[in-house]
C-alpha cells in the first residue's frame, strides 16, 4: 500500500508560479508511476500530467503548454509538478496519484483516473487576476 501527500497549493496572482510535492510513503520499494490531476468545482477531474517511476516517459495536458514540469526524486520518494505562468483557468484542487499495476510507468496517456490505485487528498490551487 500507498499513502499520498500533496503541499505547496495556494494563492497566487495570474503569471505566478507554485511547485506542488507529493511525498510517497508505505510499500515504495516496488515501481510506481504518479500522475497529477485537478478538479475544479462543477468539473470532471482531469490529467495534467504524469510521469514513470524512472522518470521517462512523462507526459502532459494540452493545457499545460509547457508552462508545466513534473519531475521525481526517487530517493526522496518525491514527485513535483512546477507550474509557471498560472492563469485563472488554472484554478483547481490537484491531486496525485500512483499507479501500480504497470511495472512502474502508466497505461495509454496516463490521464485515465481509473487506473491509478491511490490517491491523495488533493492541495487546492487558486489563481487570481
Known amino acids: 500500500q500507498l499513502q499520498l501527500v500533496e503541499s505547496g497549493g495556494g494563492l497566487v496572482q495570474s503569471g505566478g508560479s507554485l511547485r506542488l510535492s507529493c511525498v510517497v510513503s508505505?510499500?515504495?520499494?516496488?515501481?510506481?508511476?504518479i500522475g497529477w490531476f485537478r478538479q475544479a468545482p462543477g468539473n470532471r477531474r482531469e490529467g495534467v500530467a504524469c510521469?514513470?517511476?524512472?522518470?521517462?516517459?512523462?507526459n502532459y495536458a494540452e493545457f499545460t503548454e509547457g508552462r508545466f514540469t513534473i519531475s521525481r526524486d526517487n530517493a526522496k520518494n518525491t514527485v513535483y509538478l512546477q507550474m509557471n505562468n498560472l492563469k485563472p483557468e488554472d484554478t483547481a484542487k490537484y491531486y496525485c496519484?500512483?499507479?501500480?499495476?504497470?511495472?512502474?510507468?502508466?497505461?495509454?496517456?496516463?490521464?485515465?483516473?481509473?487506473?491509478?490505485?491511490?490517491w491523495g487528498q488533493g492541495t487546492q490551487v487558486t489563481v487570481f487576476s
Open positions: 496519484a500512483a499507479e501500480t499495476s504497470y511495472l512502474g510507468t502508466y497505461y495509454s496517456s496516463g490521464f485515465f483516473a481509473n487506473e491509478y490505485d491511490y
Open positions: 508505505g510499500s515504495t520499494k516496488d515501481p510506481y508511476a
Open positions: 510521469i514513470s517511476s524512472s522518470g521517462s516517459p512523462s
